[in-house]
């Protein structure tokens, strides 16, 4: 049908006069919205509680959806200020926006209700007359939940393709006044989206809380130990000598995305890191800024330990513990040392965002362990920060690698390179220098000159080192142990499942095709490259020349592996590592920029040296490693038996079976027992922006089965009884299509149709949470497929 312009600006004065009589109508019936309603929340009767009774609620049917900055319509389930805040008909995540966006960051953009109207956010709660009736007719939220009552779910194992579950997808986030169009148009899309509805029990008690007037007590008071301890850390964070204060800014801008507890506090309440205008034993004036480093506007910074509000979600879960040994170490490390602070730097952008030069007096070694103690958190803070969301931010990583660290050097070693990074530093100038409003070309241009000069820099550093101590040696690489005990954070994996991905401690899986050896200057950048300097409200310059710049950092940390292994071996691994990758690309993980021409100093016998050398790495990291995901760590010996057929499986048949999936192993009398299924994707390279899938490689297609729970977002949820693993896996092994795909979901997947879901999720959560007390959060569940 083809519409001309007439007809069309017909239709939409049709659209508008409807909404208008909507509002209009609700105007009539209830009064006019107060967009103070919930500026102060009401108090819940004698015998309700909304912590107890409705929060559950929330978090096991709501916050698995709506939760961090990719809930739908950003509606945020994971704190009453939260719902009281609503919707926005806004994304976050735009990778094509030409200027940078307003921030809409729950608890510091705003801070009621009626700020987050000016701000263009709609109510999802009756912010008109406070009646029964009322409180239900005009909440988007109580029509949302009732449509899915009234139109459950089709009586189908797929759902049709009017279900759009993809991550992009266009967005309705009706208001009120839009909410009798959308349902008419929309009649299955009630809440939760695509998933079953409430239990009568579950609805009821929602539907009273509603009827209240949406009512919370507020948060629980604190333990009234934990006070001492709060006070404590902000008489150490905010000490007045030059020292203390550079340092304590090193600490934040590092540490303001992690939740932070406290070591002897049973119950692990978290706290976050902020900036405030006001000193400890006065309420927190918060900073509210773009990046942790921009200019406070204030003479005198003052760090702040800030309770965290909102249920801790999985995807941004960032614990951080804190204690005496804690505070005794960053005092080794930053306060005892003799070295001089003569004034404090500037937070003006070009300088802030280089943290080589902002941080210059404090010592190498100090930052570099700081981080490194810490390095899963570090390398963490990408993977569950705000950069790390969509295909294109993460097509820069393959899909799994093992990440290693190199020592500090002696005294002498240290001094040597404080002298070429205080030389170099103006080389090491990252893309947030250019702000959130910023351009490609040129800007692009710069900084790949820059990187170039920095590799040649580095390599005839490097080359005079091997040069001198008859090559790189395997004593380089840190293996963990050290004064303060042996460290877990030696050898890490990192996995990434297409569009997300993670990190844990030990080396999981078989030898995997790519690794890194990272180094401070290289930990630094990641941090300030894709944590601290990147804004995720940022234009679409910010956004690709973040992306491009990884691609750097990723081929300085191949470099500095291919760099231990045999002169005459180098070219032919980074060959593979980069089939149909340029020459120009190449040169940037071995070769014309990134160079050594120096025998290593590790004695290999013939064959290859690559898997030669990830058995001295695992040998040298042996006593410190984690185990937790490995099969080894499974005590039945026949039930690792059979899982060993799952993770020994590779090629084609893979390509149809999710990135991430979590098996459910029913072996009654027994309790069941949780493994994750992690597909890893064969690629030629990672080198290709745009299209990826011209690099994919079936045939390299393999399968790594953890214990346990790797990853946030599971694609698929399996539940499998012991008898049928070997079934499984040659299942799985058989798959040639689609359908063979569906058969297998049909005896084994528990999809998102399937009416037993919410009992087989909240098993599962629990599971997680059991396993995981503090690193563990509520999964996520915005990319379960429908297949």
């Not at 009626?114 to 956010?121: A, C, L, M, T, V």
């Not at 730097?345 to 981080?371: C, D, W």
């Not at 070693?413 to 702000?435: H, K, N, T, V, Y």
Request: proline share 6%.
């Amino acid at each position: 049908m083809i519409i001309n312009k007439q007809s069309l600006l017909l239709l939409i004065v049709v659209l508008s006069g409807c909404a208008a009589i909507t509002r209009h109508t609700l105007n009539e019936e209830y009064g006019a919205p107060d967009p103070a309603r919930f500026d102060v929340p009401a108090m819940p009767p004698a015998g309700f509680s909304y912590r107890s009774e409705v929060q559950p609620i929330l978090e096991k049917r709501c916050v698995v959806c709506h939760a961090c900055y990719d809930g739908p319509c950003q509606l945020k389930f994971t704190a009453w200020e939260g719902i009281a805040r609503g919707t926005s008909k806004a994304q976050v995540y735009d990778s094509g926006r030409l200027v940078e966006a307003p921030m809409t960051r729950l608890f510091v953009d705003a801070q009621d209700a009626s700020q987050w109207r000016d701000k263009g956010f709609s109510a999802v709660l009756n912010e008109r007359e406070q009646t029964p009736t009322a409180n239900l007719a005009a909440s988007v939220m109580y029509r949302a939940l009732k449509l899915k009552q009234d139109h459950p779910l089709p009586e189908t194992a797929i759902l049709p393709k009017t279900f759009d579950f993809s991550l992009d997808r266009a967005q309705q986030c009706a208001r009120i006044d839009e909410y009798d169009r959308f349902a008419q148009d929309y009649p299955l899309w009630g809440m939760p989206f695509g998933l079953p509805g409430l239990s009568d029990a579950e609805m009821k008690t929602l539907s009273l809380w509603l009827q209240q007037g949406a009512p919370f007590e507020g948060l629980p008071p604190l333990p009234a130990q934990l006070g001492k301890q709060i006070a404590d850390w902000e008489a150490f964070l905010n000490g007045d000598s030059l020292k203390q204060r550079l340092a304590s800014r090193y600490i934040y801008e590092h540490l303001f995305l992690a939740h932070l507890y406290f070591d002897s506090d049973p119950e692990h309440h978290y706290f976050r890191l902020v900036r405030s205008r006001t000193p400890p034993g006065q309420p927190i004036d918060l900073i509210a800024s773009r990046r942790p480093y921009d200019d406070p506007g204030v003479e005198r910074v003052y760090y702040r330990l800030e309770r965290e509000k909102e249920t801790i979600v999985d995807k941004t879960h960032l614990p951080y513990v804190l204690g005496p040994k804690r505070m005794q170490r960053w005092r080794q490390l930053f306060i005892e040392p003799v070295y001089a602070v003569k004034e404090l730097p500037s937070y003006e952008l070009k300088l802030a965002s280089n943290p080589f030069v902002t941080f210059q007096a404090l010592p190498i070694s100090a930052r570099y362990q700081f981080m490194r103690d810490e390095a899963e958190f570090t390398i963490m803070g990408f993977i569950k920060g705000p950069v790390c969301r969509g295909q294109v931010a993460l097509s820069v990583i393959e899909d799994r690698f093992w990440v290693f660290f190199l020592n500090e050097g002696d005294s002498q070693e240290q001094a040597q390179d404080e002298e070429f990074l205080r030389r170099e530093s103006s080389l090491l100038a990252l893309p947030a220098a250019q702000g959130s409003d910023a351009g490609i070309i040129g800007p692009w241009r710069k900084y790949a000159k820059l990187q170039a000069e920095y590799l040649k820099a580095k390599s005839e550093a490097v080359t005079r080192y091997a040069a001198d101590t008859g090559g790189l040696k395997l004593d380089l690489i840190w293996d963990g142990d050290d004064k303060n005990g042996k460290n877990a954070n030696a050898g890490l994996t990192i996995f990434r499942h297409f569009d997300n991905a993670s990190v844990v401690k030990g080396l999981v899986g078989g030898p995997p095709k790519t690794a890194w050896v990272i180094g401070y200057p290289l930990l630094e950048r990641i941090h300030y490259l894709l944590v601290a300097g990147y804004d995720v409200y940022g234009n679409v310059g910010h956004q690709l020349l973040s992306r491009l710049y990884m691609d750097f950092l990723r081929m300085e940390g191949e470099f500095n592996f291919i760099a231990f292994l045999p002169l005459d071996q180098r070219k032919a691994v980074r060959d593979y590592w980069y089939r149909g990758a340029s020459q120009e690309v190449k040169n940037h993980v071995y070769g014309k920029l990134a160079n050594l021409d120096v025998q290593t100093g590790i004695k290999f016998a013939g064959g290859d040296a690559q898997q030669q050398f990830y058995k001295m790495l695992s040998g040298r990291l042996a006593p410190v490693l984690d185990q937790r995901y490995d099969l080894s760590s499974v005590s039945d010996a026949a039930l690792r038996k059979d899982l060993g057929v799952l993770a020994a499986l590779q090629g084609p048949a893979l390509s149809w079976i999710p990135e991430m999936v979590f098996v459910k192993i029913e072996d009654p009398p027994r309790a069941p027992r949780y493994f994750s299924l992690l597909r890893t994707t064969g690629r030629r390279s990672v080198s290709s922006l745009l299209r990826e899938e011209r690099e994919l490689l079936p045939a390299e297609n393999a399968m790594v089965v953890a214990p346990g729970f790797v990853g946030a977002y599971p694609s698929a949820i399996y539940r499998v009884r012991r008898s049928e693993i070997g079934d499984l896996a040659k299942a799985i092994a058989g798959l040639s299509s689609e359908e063979d795909y569906r058969a297998l979901a049909d005896r084994y997947v528990v999809r998102r149709s399937d009416p037993g879901f919410w009992q087989v999720s909240d098993e599962l959560q629990d599971a997680h949470l059991s396993l995981a007390p503090i690193s563990g959060g509520l999964l996520d569940y915005n990319r379960l497929e429908n297949r």
